[in-house]
């Protein structure tokens, strides 16, 4: 070996032993010895309605809204939160994917991203989506081999007449066939109050959120359509159609939960969070 190929080949070999020792590596997935909360990019949804939300345009720093999903690893099994936009839109311009006026771009697969800490569908044991909106059960299908929690009144409109016509269906129609546990009232999933499914109907009637106590970062609610913009929860704002459904209490129930905890509250569409909120393969514990 010549010294110019001596001093190439020792760099490639430092990155590598880098990379295995890496505190991201694959093998550390399984070291979990509590609650581990990953926080994957979805998407971004190009939006300029705020008023949608009762919201003036002024009132809004970015209309804009990110998409995350999220992957909590527990020492009893895998849970992932949401499945966010379609992995086929990647690298497709925003005039093919628009729904309802929000034009969709996603950089990155989900199913990428779990790959790269070692997570195929099969590792995933729970699949919870805050509700079946399209843009939060766009490869919802691929982890039909994980038990779905789910409250009735979304897995009952999911499976409706109606909806077996939208565009996106066949997205999660595979879970129709899924081990299935109907949930009433929050669930303790893994019955040490660590990973609890919160009951938030009001943006649709089996809306949930996620509350998860992390060890160092403390406990932390992801808020799923709870709230899109943080300015709604600053400035006390809903949809219209949300007064009389539900999400007045839930609110309340989950403002009421952040006090007692001292939890924060995880704001997934806000683009002030996706931009400062650490991404998979990091992690917060």
Same mark, same amino acid.
């Given at each position: 070996?010549?010294?110019?190929?001596?001093?190439?080949?020792?760099?490639?070999?430092?990155?590598?032993?880098?990379?295995?020792?890496? $505190?991201?590596?694959? @093998? /550390?997935?399984?070291?979990?010895?509590?609650?581990?909360?990953?926080?994957?990019?979805?998407?971004?949804?190009?939006?300029?309605?705020?008023?949608?939300?009762?919201?003036? %345009?002024? &009132?809004?720093?970015?209309?804009?809204?990110?998409?995350?999903?999220?992957?909590?690893?527990?020492?009893?099994?895998?849970?992932?939160? /949401?499945?966010?936009?379609?992995? %086929?839109?990647?690298? %497709?311009?925003?005039?093919?994917?628009?729904?309802?006026?929000?034009?969709?771009?996603?950089?990155?697969?989900?199913?990428?991203?779990?790959?790269?800490?070692?997570?195929? $569908?099969?590792?995933?044991?729970?699949?919870?989506?805050?509700?079946?909106?399209?843009?939060?059960?766009?490869?919802?299908?691929?982890?039909?081999?994980?038990?779905?929690?789910?409250?009735?009144?979304?897995?009952?409109?999911?499976?409706?007449?109606?909806?077996?016509?939208?565009?996106?269906?066949?997205?999660? @129609?595979?879970? &129709?066939?899924?081990?299935?546990?109907?949930?009433?009232?929050?669930?303790?999933?893994?019955?040490?109050?660590?990973?609890?499914?919160?009951?938030? $109907?009001? =943006?649709? &009637?089996?809306?949930?959120?996620?509350?998860?106590?992390?060890?160092?970062?403390?406990?932390?609610?992801?808020?799923? /359509?709870?709230?899109?913009?943080?300015?709604?929860?600053?400035?006390?704002?809903? $949809?219209?159609?949300?007064?009389?459904?539900?999400?007045?209490?839930?609110?309340?129930?989950?403002?009421?939960?952040?006090?007692?905890?001292?939890?924060?509250?995880?704001?997934? =569409?806000?683009?002030?969070?996706?931009?400062?909120? %650490?991404?998979?393969? @990091?992690?917060?514990?």
């Amino acid at each position: 070996m010549n010294f110019r190929t001596a001093y190439s080949v020792r760099p490639l070999r430092l990155v590598i032993l880098l990379l295995l020792t890496s $505190p991201f590596a694959h @093998a /550390d997935l399984a070291q979990a010895t509590g609650p581990r909360l990953y926080v994957l990019d979805c998407g971004t949804l190009v939006n300029n309605k705020p008023e949608e939300y009762n919201l003036k %345009r002024d &009132e809004v720093k970015d209309t804009n809204m990110g998409v995350t999903c999220y992957l909590v690893v527990h020492p009893k099994g895998v849970l992932l939160f /949401d499945t966010g936009l379609n992995d %086929r839109i990647v690298g %497709r311009p925003l005039y093919e994917n628009v729904v309802d006026g929000y034009a969709q771009i996603k950089f990155n697969t989900l199913s990428g991203q779990l790959a790269d800490i070692g997570v195929t $569908p099969a590792k995933i044991d729970y699949l919870v989506l805050s509700h079946y909106h399209w843009d939060h059960v766009g490869n919802a299908g691929d982890f039909a081999g994980s038990t779905w929690l789910v409250y009735k009144g979304d897995r009952d409109s999911m499976f409706s007449k109606a909806a077996r016509a939208y565009p996106w269906f066949g997205q999660y @129609a595979p879970l &129709e066939n899924s081990k299935t546990i109907v949930l009433s009232g929050d669930h303790d999933v893994f019955a040490d109050g660590t990973v609890v499914v919160l009951a938030t $109907p009001g =943006h649709t &009637e089996g809306h949930c959120s996620l509350l998860v106590r992390l060890k160092n970062t403390g406990p932390v609610v992801l808020s799923g /359509d709870l709230y899109h913009y943080s300015e709604e929860r600053e400035l006390k704002r809903m $949809p219209d159609e949300e007064k009389t459904t539900g999400t007045v209490e839930s609110r309340q129930k989950v403002e009421e939960l952040l006090r007692r905890t001292r939890a924060q509250l995880w704001i997934g =569409h806000s683009m002030e969070f996706f931009r400062s909120v %650490r991404k998979s393969p @990091a992690w917060y514990d």
